[in-house]
């Protein structure tokens, strides 16, 4: 394809033109004959063009959007930009582009024109699979493919790599960029074996990752959100911003213990401890990256990117870092800001050249899983009052808007998650999600992961239940309280008669949720005095901690409250209003967001401006330390009690009440 010399112009067009690029948002005026593609580049828009601007790679099709746009009411029309001619029609029609399209590598200026980036095999947005939020999102990563065209068997005195240097300082305007040995090394090969055509994978504009021969189009990116309890795998396409796969498994580490201080406790106490906890989760992690590009059909070795969030604590154990610090005030991380790195350093078994990126902290017990949950809800850029509540073992809390994001730590223990619990297990199949008690006759019935049938339902029998995992814990202990069977002390009601009340050979009382012969064991699952207690601390915990987020900014309520966390992804609001542990609010005002954690971690991963909006929050998010407050010690002990004694909410609970099934 030729392109038109900008001599070659009509006199007649205007000196300079009004250029829109959408989404982006972003508008400039550049002199005409300038092309698209670099009219996009000064303007910091992300236009993917791997042949870099020769026009045969059909990476850079944008579609021009006519009418009037912008505040000074400029005319776009496909008319202001130079004629294609056949080669780029013909790549476009192949393309399968709308009429209308051209590449920007190609189409030059005459005049005011409105550019809809995206298209094509590369639209400017993704969605997210069902295991997070499904939603649109910008794609822009670090990551960019480069198509070059080298002599293989130059007969002067140019190497491979003074020509792949030359083309990426002519074509692509990267200077003095750097190679990974693995690429260098498989530079020759990859020239000659394919007659000089080759693509490099290359990072920030700076280092060359990857060198491949041919002409390829597949990048992919890892994101990896790692929590105390459980992990969770993103398996990402870099190009089209798409979600292929996820895969979510156990924590390795809670064999060591279920919290972060027990870790942090086994790292001090054990000379091998931290390699131990470093290798156990790397070890996951891999697992985990070879189960979602199973499930996705691809290679790890096309993984070539990738973004870590977490706890601080969790991030420093991954990264063999030291967690002593952590573990007494003041609680200083070994990092804050965000570290970039080759993830083979940490253990990471991807490509060779593969780049990890760490989100920032914001403190101690605020870390980067706390940023993304930002990044993923908006918050730093919403206009309504927000609580974010995360109710994972490590609970954090942030409330704020664009003009001011507070947030704090509640360590409200693995009592969610259905640890520390008599009968307690994950939330895996078999396990009892949801519970309902009669107001009337006090009979239980329940649900189990699993099974769409209540068990009181035609056809339940062959059901059974294995345990009961977190939300099925807050729910049971929500419908006792409401059915008189729980004091607002927390102790059981035990003259209240109930045929689920029985007493064990030791004499212990309990509350009987599924009889030995309706459950998978033959053994009873049951309510403990002791349990109950547990749930207690944790509740307390979280909501001492959104209380004094509220008192520290002298707010009545949030306008919004968001639950996330796989924890609040299964939560029931509604009981858990029931029993104080999150303010009350109308139940259109609470929305349970899923993994927002994890979401960020994919919007980073896809998107160089959503890490530099990561770093901003890091900056702007002021870490409260509840501890340090006089009035603590009072606000969590008030938030024991059924609902907390502190509860001023003006809507009573009737307010909410729903028909529930």
């Known amino acids: ?36 593609l670099e009219a996009a580049r000064q303007l910091g828009v992300m236009i993917e063009s791997a042949c870099g601007g020769e026009g045969w790679c059909g990476q850079c ?22 004629p294609a001619d056949q080669a780029e029609l013909d790549e476009l029609t192949v393309r399968g582009m709308p009429s209308g399209s051209r590449l920007a590598c190609l189409a030059r200026l005459l005049g005011d024109v409105c550019v809809v980036t995206g298209g094509g095999e590369r639209p400017s947005a993704g969605f997210l699979g069902k295991t997070l939020r499904e939603g649109a999102f910008e794609v822009d990563p670090l990551i960019r493919l480069c198509w070059l065209r080298l002599d293989p068997f130059p007969s002067g005195l140019s190497s491979l790599l003074e020509q792949a240097q030359q083309v990426l300082a002519e074509r ?39 060198c491949q021969g041919g002409f390829r189009e597949q990048a992919l990116g890892l ?65 985990l990256a070879g189960e979602a590009a199973r499930t996705a059909g691809v290679r790890l070795e096309d993984v070539v990117d990738c973004v870590w969030v977490g706890n601080s604590v969790m991030l420093h154990l991954a990264l063999g870092l030291n ?43 605020v870390g980067a899983d706390a940023v993304a949950a930002i990044l993923a809800a908006d918050l730093h850029r919403g206009e309504e009052m927000t609580l974010l509540v995360d109710a994972g073992t490590n609970g954090e809390i942030i409330l704020g808007n664009r003009q001011r994001l507070v947030c704090t730590s509640s360590p409200t223990g693995p009592a969610f998650e259905g640890a520390n619990i008599t009968c307690g297990m994950r939330a895996l199949p078999g396990a009892i999600e949801r519970v309902r008690i009669d107001p009337d006759t006090l009979q239980v019935r329940y649900k189990v992961i699993g099974s769409p049938l209540w068990s009181d339902q035609a056809g339940a029998e062959g059901v059974r239940a294995a345990g009961i995992c977190g939300s099925g814990v ?25 045929p689920a009340w029985q007493r064990k050979e030791d004499g212990e009382l309990v509350f009987v949720l599924v009889e030995g012969t309706q459950s998978a064991s033959g053994t009873p699952i049951y309510l403990t005095q002791k349990d109950v207690r547990a749930v207690q601390l944790a509740k307390a915990a979280l909501r001492s901690g959104c209380d004094f987020l509220l008192s520290a900014l002298k707010i009545g309520e949030p306008r919004r409250l968001l639950l996330a966390g796989a924890f609040g992804s299964l939560l029931d609001p509604l009981h858990a209003m029931q029993i104080g ?74 307010f909410f009440q729903e028909d529930l099934p």
Not at 189 to 205: N, P, R, Y
Not at 269 to 277: I, V
Not at 475 to 497: D, H, K
């Open 1 to 36: 394809m030729d392109t038109l010399p900008s001599a070659d112009l009509p006199e007649h067009t205007e000196e300079t033109c009004e250029v829109l690029f959408l989404p982006a948002g972003r508008t400039g005026r550049f002199k005409r004959g300038l092309t698209l």
């Open 61 to 82: 099709a944008v579609y021009i959007q006519e009418g009037r746009f912008g505040s000074a009411g400029g005319v776009s029309a496909l008319s202001h930009l130079s």
């Open 172 to 210: 692509f305007g990267m200077s003095a960029v750097e190679w990974e040995k693995s690429a260098l090394d498989a530079l020759p090969v990859a020239a000659v074996e394919s007659g000089g055509e080759v693509t490099l994978t290359v990072w920030k504009e700076q280092r060359v990752l990857r």
């Open 223 to 287: 994101a990896v959100d790692i929590g105390t309890t459980t992990l969770g795998v993103y398996l990402c396409d870099l190009r089209r911003g798409m979600l292929l796969a996820t895969a979510v498994g156990l924590n390795p580490q809670t064999a060591w213990g279920a919290d972060v201080i027990s870790r942090i406790a086994f790292c001090a106490q054990t000379a091998d401890g931290l390699t131990l906890l470093q290798k156990a989760v790397v070890t996951a992690i891999n697992d």
């Open 323 to 365: 967690p002593a610090s952590l573990g007494e005030s003041p609680f200083i991380p070994q990092f804050s800001n965000a570290l970039d790195m080759p993830a083979g350093r940490a253990g990471l078994r991807l490509n060779a050249g593969a780049r990890l990126h760490i989100l920032p902290l914001i403190a101690g017990y």
């Open 474 to 498: 807050l729910e049971a202990i929500a419908e006792m309280y409401t059915a008189g069977l729980l004091l607002p002390s927390g102790r059981f009601a035990a003259q209240v008669p109930s």
């Open 581 to 654: 542990m999150i303010p009350k609010l109308p139940l259109s005002r609470v929305e349970s967001l899923g993994n927002v954690a994890g979401e960020g971690a994919c919007l980073a991963l896809l998107s160089r401006r959503k890490r530099g909006e990561a770093r901003q929050i890091a900056r702007k998010a002021e870490h409260l330390v509840m501890p340090a407050d006089p009035s603590f010690q009072e606000r969590f002990v008030a938030a024991l009690a059924f609902p907390p004694q502190i509860e001023t909410s003006t809507y009573p609970i009737s």
